[in-house]
T-cell receptor
Framework: DAGITQSPRHKVTETGTPVTLRCHQTENHRYMYWYRQDPGHGLRLIHYSYGVKDTDKGEVSDGYSVSRSKTEDFLLTLESATSSQTSVYFC?????????FGQGTRLTVV | SQQGEEDPQALSIQEGENATMNCSYKTSINNLQWYRQNSGRGLVHLILIRSNEREKHSGRLRVTLDTSKKSSSLLITASRAADTASYFCATRKDSNYQLIWGAGTKLIIKP
């Protein structure tokens, strides 16, 4: 596996609480992505980053924010978690054409 | 919205048979990629085919691309139990570094 670490791997949280997921890479890749994966939807892009402090929204960005203060770290924050945000979250990195994925974070909002 | 759509959604075959999955997309692309996802794991890149290529091989994998029909197929020959996974196509446009994903084909290889 490429040097991508997601933390935590599993989390259960209550509705209305803020949650932060972390993606850490050791590959020095420029591009980093957060996706969510839900049955029947494949991967949907939440936010992505094309450099330190440079981020942009994906197709399902409502309710999520991101930050990238260092090349190696990309944080995804659910500002006030809702049950619809129960999902598996994947971080990915790329420098060229292909993407490398982390192992995923299973988030359950109760 | 998803650009790629895989067909079929699920496929179950006997070990040793060939498996074919299809992907359709909507807009012009720079390249199309196929990924595999084993249960509970992240996606792993399998093969990339550029818009000016028609066919590409990698081991037991054969990918075709028909840009006039905006479609691609992934053929896995002589399937093995270890090929059991979900397979996703993803397309990349010229102007940015986003990958647009299909919903995937779930492949089950029966021993």
């Amino acid at each position: 596996d490429a040097g991508i670490t997601q933390s935590p791997r599993h989390k259960v949280t209550e509705t209305g609480t803020p949650v932060t997921l972390r993606c850490h890479q050791t590959e020095n890749h420029r591009y980093m992505y957060w996706y969510r994966q839900d049955p029947g939807h494949g991967l949907r892009l939440i936010h992505y980053s094309y450099g330190v402090k440079d981020t942009d929204k994906g197709e399902v960005s409502d309710g999520y924010s991101v930050s990238r203060s260092k090349t190696e770290d990309f944080l995804l924050t659910l500002e006030s978690a809702t049950s619809s945000q129960t999902s598996v979250y994947f971080c990915a990195i790329s420098e060229g054409q292909q993407a490398f994925f982390g192992q995923g974070t299973r988030l359950t909002v109760v | 919205s998803q650009q790629g759509e895989e067909d079929p959604q699920a496929l179950s075959i006997q070990e040793g048979e060939n498996a074919t999955m299809n992907c359709s997309y909507k807009t012009s692309i720079n390249n199309l990629q196929w990924y595999r996802q084993n249960s509970g794991r992240g996606l792993v890149h399998l093969i990339l085919i550029r818009s000016n290529e028609r066919e590409k091989h990698s081991g037991r994998l054969r990918v075709t691309l028909d840009t006039s029909k905006k479609s691609s197929s992934l053929l896995i020959t002589a399937s093995r139990a270890a090929d059991t996974a979900s397979y996703f196509c993803a397309t990349r446009k010229d102007s940015n570094y986003q990958l647009i994903w299909g919903a995937g084909t779930k492949l089950i290889i029966k021993p």
